[in-house]
Nanobody, 128 residues
Framework: QVQLVESGGDSVQAGGSLRLSCAAS????????MGWFRQAPGKKREGVAS????????YVADSVKGRFTISQDNAKNMLYLQMNSLKPEDTAMYYC?????????????????????WGQGTQVTVSS
């Protein structure tokens, strides 16, 4: 059973930084995709960043490119999202997700890629 548990969400002022963490268990960390998605009230879920856990392509949404960085620690089964220069429009519930089994080109962010494991989410609120 795959379990994903997010942490690190908080309320910050615009321009601030946060680091989200996702602890994965029951997941073969070197054979799939892991990513971060977000959903604001009244809006569709949006892919933020994703990575192939075996090393390879990283996908980052244009809306966060240059500000957010996705990384992983396979030894600890952890996924991270470093968020800098936060804006009020980054306010959302952030979800960790995994897709397994998957190849390195299966880790896109749009709705074609059917991530099959999801965490409960962690709230990020950015005030102006």
């Amino acid at each position: 059973q795959v379990q994903l548990v997010e942490s690190g969400g908080d309320s910050v002022q615009a321009g601030g930084s946060l680091r989200l963490s996702c602890a994965a268990s029951g997941f073969s960390h070197n054979r799939g995709c892991m990513g971060w998605f977000r959903q604001a009230p009244g809006k569709k879920r949006e892919g933020v960043a994703s990575i192939y856990t075996g090393g390879g392509p990283v996908y980052v949404a244009d809306s966060v490119k240059g500000r957010f960085t996705i990384s992983q620690d396979n030894a600890k089964n952890m996924l991270y999202l470093q968020m800098n220069s936060l804006k009020p429009e980054d306010t959302a519930m952030y979800y960790c997700a995994a897709l397994s089994p998957a190849g390195q080109f299966d880790c896109g962010l749009d709705s074609r890629y059917k991530y099959n494991y999801w965490g409960q989410g962690t709230q990020v609120t950015v005030s102006s």
